[in-house]
């Protein structure tokens, strides 16, 4: 038997088959753009979405039929929700983190309650990168979506319909509305009420781990999988990152570099409100019972591919299929820390700070400034972004001498020995860094008795690749260059926000 897990990203999806002793034995993967129709705005063609995750998925099972899958569970971004009609029908575009519209909504249907009153309910800072403000723009900007729609899912949900499942969502999805009683375990009625939204049109709320069901007969002909998959509720991104990068105990915390770059600590319990709303952190489910999470977030990977797409289009087209464009990239960044400075607020930042009126920057550019030490700059600066939370991880209990890295940057050996020497800390990549499919993968197996406990799935699954050890001259030089950073959006705020 054969385990298949499937992440949904902002950017791509991907999709990989292992074994149940923790080996892949087929993967895939493809890539969609991102819509920006206009200034501020991001979505994501759903029709296109999940045509192309029902790709990755045929070519995993394709690549594994000697050992049939028998269940899968799915990973998925945030906050991004479909329209869908009754009968199936997808009916508009999916709304991302990052498009800013609704937060005007959002204030004016929060009014009155506070900040600590609705993090008692959600326990989310309220921000416009959640579903709820884009739920209310779709209210007063497209009704009639809004009235046809039948159910709105997260993607993870979608993916689960598009399977032949009842539409259902993970606790830890749910928590991305803004709508999501986290001690209840339930849609609040209370918030429901305040934003003006049907129950009805949102799944019911099921523990990730659940079996939803099975993969349609249609859809398993349509796929190349056997008849009778399991289909395992996954969770959010990354609470699956986090599982399939090891940390399934309280204390642990994982650098996920994706898209978006997001710091996971893990929690026991739910922490103090008090204390996590002072740091701007929010308090979610793990996809583990009795574990939570929270996240420190903000744009990288997205940094990283607007700069190929943008000053090397060229030259990946030219080595398509001969070697990767990165690999090239990463030979012309130099050796030691850059003179550059670039503020990484080319779309709205995440926690803590949650800045939607600003705009990226790139500081300090010379006629001899070659590409390669603006990636550098990229890859550094958006990592002193995160530099503040390191204390707020030690202050919170949170085990900070090393962090794991996962996702499609921590494939990168420059980005992450940038990372050990900024932080001074102990970076290590797994020998798999695609840690969402792993986690879902363990889900799948969890669930339906293929794997029998926790820790025998990550001593299957998750194994150690290379240890990146901070530099102590470099961690000195970075030093300064961050306290000149932390200078750079004070002194350009009102330039940006006018711009």
């Not at 899912?153 to 979608?158: A, T």
């Not at 999805?173 to 709508?179: D, E, I």
């Not at 990146?468 to 959006?489: I, M, S």
Request: with cysteine; hydrophobic share 45%.
């Amino acid at each position: 038997m054969s385990l298949l897990g499937i992440d949904v990203g902002t950017a791509g999806c991907k999709a990989a088959v292992f074994s149940a002793d923790g080996a892949m034995r087929s993967s895939a993967y493809r890539e969609y753009p991102t819509r920006h129709e206009r200034d501020g705005w991001a979505e994501l063609d759903s029709r296109q979405v999940v045509a192309r995750v029902k790709e990755t998925i045929a070519e995993a099972a394709a690549g594994a039929r000697g050992d049939p899958v028998t269940a899968l569970s799915v990973s998925s971004m945030g906050e991004a929700v479909t329209p869908v009609a009754r009968d199936g029908r997808i009916l508009d575009s999916s709304i991302l983190s990052s498009d800013v519209r609704g937060g005007d909504l959002l204030e004016r249907a929060m009014r009155g309650l506070g900040r600590e009153a609705f993090y008692e309910i959600n326990a989310n800072v309220l921000a416009p990168n959640y579903t709820l403000p884009k739920l209310l723009w779709l209210k007063a900007h497209r009704p009639d979506v809004y009235r046809e729609a039948d159910k709105f899912l997260l993607w993870g949900d979608l993916v689960g319909t598009a399977l032949g499942c009842e539409p259902v969502t993970s606790f830890s999805l749910a928590s991305r509305t803004l709508l999501f009683d986290l001690r209840r375990e339930d849609w609040s009625d209370a918030l429901l009420e305040r934003g003006g939204i049907d129950r009805a049109k949102l799944p019911r709320c099921v523990p990730s781990g659940t079996v939803a069901g099975t993969v349609s007969d249609a859809a398993a002909a349509e796929l190349g999988l056997p008849r009778g998959v399991a289909v395992v509720v996954g969770g959010h991104d990354q609470s699956c990152n986090s599982l399939g990068a090891g940390a399934a105990e309280a204390g642990k915390a994982v650098c996920g570099i994706g898209t978006v770059e997001c710091m996971t600590p893990t929690f026991g319990l739910v922490p103090p409100a008090a204390a996590m709303l002072a740091r701007g952190l929010n308090v979610e489910h793990h996809v583990l019972a009795g574990l939570y999470v929270s996240f420190l977030f903000n744009q990288a990977g997205s940094l990283v591919r607007w700069f190929r797409d943008t000053f090397a289009a060229a030259d990946r087209d030219r080595l398509r299929g001969k070697e990767d464009v990165y690999d090239v990239l990463a030979r012309e960044m130099p050796a030691e820390p850059t003179r550059l400075l670039v503020l990484p607020h080319f779309e709205a930042t995440g926690a803590p700070h949650f800045i939607s009126d600003s705009a990226g920057a790139v500081v300090g550019l010379r006629t001899r400034t070659t590409r390669g030490e603006i990636l550098k700059a990229i890859m550094e600066s958006a990592t002193f972004y995160f530099v503040e939370t390191i204390d707020s991880l030690k202050a919170l209990g949170i085990d900070t001498s090393e962090f794991v890295a996962t996702g499609g940057g921590a494939k990168s050996d420059a980005w992450l020995q940038i990372k050990a020497d900024v932080f001074g800390l102990r970076f290590v990549r797994p020998a798999i860094t695609e840690c969402g499919v792993v986690g879902a993968a363990i889900l799948a197996g969890l669930a339906t008795g293929a794997l029998g406990s926790v820790p025998e799935a990550i001593g299957r699954f998750v194994r150690r690749d290379r240890v990146f050890e901070p530099d102590a001259a470099r961690h000195a030089v970075y030093e300064e260059r961050v306290r000149a950073y932390q200078r750079l959006y004070p002194a350009l705020k009102d330039l940006l926000a006018g711009l």
